[in-house]
């Protein structure tokens, strides 16, 4: 059967793993052997796009042009990205939907760009299995809400995986402990990543894992720690200097550098080259680092206490503490953990690896390969519909166990009302406009005075946390199954459309390759082939020096088309016709290096 | 006449009887659930309001096990459905039953004696009550120094509605709760439970 893989999709790094008999396993770049690939998509001039390392090592370099932490910006629209992102990207405006990013001259939605993380990622595990890989668990942050979850799963369809179940990545991180371990009890999953913060309270029993409840922040984690650190090296500069999409790119850079070296040293210079200019240098200790970014870590706090207050927990519950995430390296983290739970967190896993095993484990459990564990994850958002007066009525609470289904019905204000708006928002606030937007439909219904027709609303929320609603006409008996618009995700035609542009493309730079490739030995052959001229005319044949010329034009013309079967073909008429030539010039270098002897005695 | 169906049943897949079983016992096959299946049959449990909650916790453990959908992913476009219908089934039941409140009102809905909008369940004594703490409140938003005393009507209130919800527990075991007398505590509780979350409303505000 074919091998499902588990994806982490992460802010900073990406990884992917396997279920294996001997446990979860990491699989590696087949060039590098490096299990972590940087969430970087750098877009060139020449159309041609870079995943990863590279693409990051570009990011000082081209900043507009290279796209980091896309994963900040899954299920968003335009009207949501921040004004430091606006800086940070060309953000493509007045346009409905998803946001856009002006990208090595295309218009590209996260999704696209993820896909780009995902297909290198899926190449890495082709090369390790030697077979195609077309399934795949891939893990979302807890908090995530609907739309960026169905822009995850976007994302997984557009790499050509078909992504079998979004896993909540603290959940992911439960089950490799869990595995690990065998532990029994009520466990604290505290994620901190690259951008985003959850957190979970679970117990374990019997190999079966219940989350109890789920907080966090979607837009909290350890880019906010860099951006502190940047800052204080950006002060240093003159505005226009600073305001430099490069500069502002390389101060990120060299803070995170800063950040990760004050983990273990009590001391560290954050060096800051500026482009034309003489170098930042500023000595920044421990301490100076926690003031800076103390208030940030406080924000952990608040979805700390409710996610323990929504089980029904107090810290004294809390068997044990996981830490995840890279940022949880950060001793002032680590510390504000113990403070918080009254214990010191566990992280005998690598946090930047643990939820990728986890992923690789769920895999497996789809997969058939585990029975003894299963999953029982919740929605972590409340959702519900608008009703009258802008007031949010929720259908399905947060924190409810997924699958679930909810049936409400709803009627109508006003008289002889042939349709029904209906919208379907998420968030836990009670006022319509102040929780997200999920998408808005239509139902047409029979016309009857107000408070006459019943509508029954329907929504079910998958194992996935997506959410579908369906909803009915009780009066006339008509079932209307509901085409629902996502307000910020991508419809069915256009991942159609992408995913022909991105096949299109496949094949684009397929040809491109083959076009360089063919010109370059073009090139080697028409040099050597010259430069046998010039230097041995004398040893050509009567009539062989006209019919090389006609061959080397013949070339020539043909280098200079797109056309690289065409190239190859010249190539080898080329390489066909001065074999003779290029023989008689090896013999006779040869006898000149042996001296007096000739070839056959050798 | 139910039950009879119910062992008369077929699997849907491989034709073995399966008694009503969520999953078919010979090829584990989720079964489509008999139309007017109660929250109690799903998780095997006859009516009844005395529920033990390790019971319900290893029933649903073990129902899920048998249909949720990471055990049927690899299986056919009918069989994902059934799985998803009937985890969601199954996270109804016990999320219904688990909950003392919920279950009570799930008892009446049952008997066709759905708790209304309305609280005319409710004592005159604790209406005015009620009334008392709501004009608190006002003042409270209005800015006058009652902070203290609503943190105070906030943590009675608490307490009385755990109290409530105990005694609740204590008549489902003693299986003497009739409609009318679940149907006032209810009644009382979602009264009083309103109250509370308008007092916390107010003191987040203030």
Redesign the interface.
């Given at each position: 059967?074919e091998r499902i893989v588990g994806i982490d999709l992460g802010t900073t790094n990406s990884l992917v793993a396997v279920l294996e008999d001997a446990g979860p396993r990491v699989l590696p770049d087949p060039d590098t052997g490096a299990v972590l690939l940087p969430s970087a998509v750098a877009f060139l001039d020449d159309g041609s796009v870079v995943v990863g390392e590279r693409a990051r090592s570009l990011t000082a370099e081209r900043p507009l042009d290279t796209v980091l932490s896309v994963k900040r910006f899954m299920g968003l629209g335009a009207e949501h990205v921040t004004a430091e992102d606006r800086r940070r990207y060309r953000i493509v405006e007045g346009r409905e939907g998803p946001v856009r990013f002006a990208v090595g001259g295309r218009e590209l939605t996260p999704p696209e760009i993820s896909a780009y993380i995902l297909r290198e990622l899926k190449r890495w595990a082709e090369a390790a299995f030697g077979e195609p890989v077309t399934k795949a668990v891939v893990t979302v942050p807890a908090y995530f809400n609907d739309s960026q979850r169905q822009a995850t799963k976007d994302a997984g369809r557009l790499a050509g995986l078909e992504v079998?179940?979004l896993v909540n990545e603290p959940t992911a991180a439960s089950l490799a402990y869990g595995l690990d371990k065998e532990a029994e009890g009520v466990v604290a999953v505290y994620d901190l990543g690259g951008g985003t913060f959850d957190v979970s309270s679970l117990t374990l029993?019997?190999g079966?894992f219940e989350v109890l409840a789920t907080n966090g922040d979607t837009r909290l984690g350890g880019d906010d720690l860099d951006d502190r650190v940047a800052e204080l090296v950006l002060a240093a500069l003159p505005e226009p200097v600073r305001a430099r999409p490069e500069v502002r790119a390389r101060a990120r850079a060299a803070a995170e550098r800063a950040k990760r070296a004050l983990s273990t040293a009590e001391q560290t210079e954050i060096v800051l080259d500026v482009p034309g200019g003489p170098p930042v240098r500023h000595p920044l200790g421990r301490e100076e680092f926690e003031a800076l970014v103390r208030d940030v870590v406080e924000r952990t706090t608040a979805p700390c206490r409710q996610a323990l207050r929504d089980a029904g927990l107090g810290t004294a519950d809390v068997r044990e503490v996981v830490a995840v995430g890279g940022s949880t390296r950060v001793p002032l983290v680590r510390r504000h953990m113990e403070a918080l739970f009254g214990r010191p967190p566990l992280a005998d896993i690598d946090p930047d690896q643990v939820v990728a095993l986890g992923a690789g484990i769920?895999a497996g459990?789809?997969?058939?390969g585990r029975?003894d564990m299963?999953?029982?994850d919740v929605v972590p958002l409340s959702l519900g519909i608008e009703t009258m007066g802008g007031v949010f009525t929720r259908l399905v609470d947060r924190n409810?166990?997924?699958?679930?289904?909810v049936k409400d019905t709803f009627t109508t204000a006003a008289d002889n009302q042939t349709s029904v708006d209906i919208h379907v928002l998420q968030g836990e606030r009670e006022l319509a406009p102040d929780n997200r937007s999920l998408a808005r439909f239509k139902i047409p219904i029979a016309p009857l005075p107000a408070g006459v027709p019943r509508l029954e609303v329907t929504f079910?929320v998958?194992?996935n946390g997506i959410l579908s609603v369906t909803a009915a006409d009780l009066r006339t008996g008509r079932e209307r199954s509901v085409e629902v618009k996502p307000s910020y995700g991508l419809t069915d035609e256009e991942i159609e459309r992408m995913l022909e542009e991105s096949i299109d493309h496949a094949e684009e730079d397929v040809r491109r390759r083959q076009v360089e490739e063919a010109r370059v030995e073009a090139d080697v052959i028409l040099h050597a082939t010259r430069e046998s001229f010039r230097n041995h005319a004398g040893m050509l044949e009567p009539g062989e020096g006209n019919r090389i010329r006609a061959s080397l034009a013949a070339l020539d013309a043909a280098r200079a088309t797109e056309d690289y079967i065409a190239i190859r073909d010249a190539v080898d008429a080329l390489s066909r016709e001065t074999e003779p030539f290029a023989r008689r010039i090896m013999d006779t270098s040869l006898q000149e290096a042996l001296g007096d002897r000739r070839l056959e005695e050798l | 006449m139910q039950a009879a169906e119910a062992r008369r049943r077929q699997c849907w897949r491989c034709g073995a009887e399966t008694a009503g079983a969520l999953a078919c016992p010979r090829c584990a096959v989720v079964q489509p659930l008999a139309a007017g299946t109660d929250l109690f049959a799903v998780l095997g449990l006859p009516r009844g309001l005395a529920v033990d909650a390790a019971d319900l916790e290893r029933r649903w453990h073990e129902a899920s096990r048998a249909v949720h959908p990471d055990r049927h992913q690899t299986a056919g476009a009918r069989e994902q459905e059934l799985s998803l219908a009937a985890s969601a089934a199954v996270n109804r039941a016990y999320r219904t039953l688990r909950d003392p409140i919920a279950l009570g009102r799930y008892w009446l809905e049952l008997h066709g004696a759905r708790l209304g909008e309305d609280n005319n369940q409710v004592s005159p004594a604790l209406a005015a009550e009620v009334f008392e703490a709501q004009e608190k409140l006002a003042e409270l938003r209005a800015g006058a120094a009652v902070g203290d005393e609503v943190r105070a009507l906030r943590d009675d209130l608490a307490a009385r509605l755990a109290a409530m919800r105990e005694e609740l527990v204590a008549r489902y075991a003693g299986a003497d709760a009739s409609l009318p007398d679940l149907k006032r505590r209810l009644s009382e509780i979602a009264y009083l439970t309103t109250l509370l979350g308008d007092v916390e409303t107010s003191l987040g505000a203030a």
């Open positions: 059967m079998l179940r029993r019997g079966v769920q459990i789809l997969s058939g029975r299963l999953l029982l409810t166990t997924i699958p679930v289904a079910l998958d194992a | -």
